[in-house]
Structure formats: C-alpha cells, structure tokens
Nanobody
Framework: VQLQASGGGLVQAGGSLRLSCAAP????????MGWYRQAPGKQREWVAH???????NYADSVKGRFTISRDNAKNTVYLEMNSLKPEDTAVYYC?????????WGQGTLVTVSS
C-alpha cells in the first residue's frame, strides 16, 4: 500500500503549510512515522519522525520551524511547516521511520517562492 501525502502547494517565503498523510491502522498504530522530502536534483532526505508515544525528532534544517504530530484516532500524521524558505521546495513524502519501499507514494509538492 502506498501512503499518500497531501496539502502541498505554492507559498511565499515566510509562509506556512500543513501536510497530512493518512495510513491504514495496521501500519500507523505500530510504527514510528516520518516525513521525507526530495528537492530537485537531490536525493530524498529525512525531515522528521514521531514515535507512537508522541516523541519527535527533526532534521537540523527544519528544527524550530516544522512540527510533526499524529492523530492516533484518525491514523494520520501531520507536518506543520512555518517560516518556509525557498530551500524547503521539494516533494514531501510520508512513510514509516525507517521507511519501507512498499509504502512510498507520489508525495506532495511544496514550492516556496522568494
């Protein structure tokens, strides 16, 4: 099953977006969930993850600007992105953490204009 992220779009630098990703309960309920991104011409990179108990960890590049959260009742993970920068432009994906190839979806494009 592919995990589908949504909520991307075009935003000006300094703006905000909220990404969402719903997963089947059998995947969501027992796994650490993560957000990843792939910028044009670059390799996909880890952005943040959240454990079932709610503890979180972030890449240094987004720490203090992005917030990952999860709604265990809705089997949904979110990524609140604030103070966006042009270098945040990328396709954003959700997956388990560590990721499993089977779960990569199409991602959602976030474009930050300067």
């Amino acid at each position: 099953v592919q995990l589908q992220a949504s909520g991307g779009g075009l935003v000006q630098a300094g703006g905000s977006l909220r990404l969402s990703c719903a997963a089947p309960g059998r995947i969501f309920s027992n796994n650490r969930m993560g957000w990843y991104r792939q910028a044009p011409g670059k390799q996909r990179e880890w952005v943040a993850h959240i454990v079932v108990d709610g503890s979180t960890n972030y890449a240094d590049s987004v720490k203090g600007r992005f917030t990952i959260s999860r709604d265990n009742a809705k089997n949904t993970v979110y990524l609140e992105m604030n103070s966006l920068k042009p270098e945040d432009t990328a396709v954003y994906y959700c997956n388990t953490s560590p990721p499993r190839n089977l779960y990569w979806g199409q991602g959602t494009l976030v474009t930050v204009s300067s």
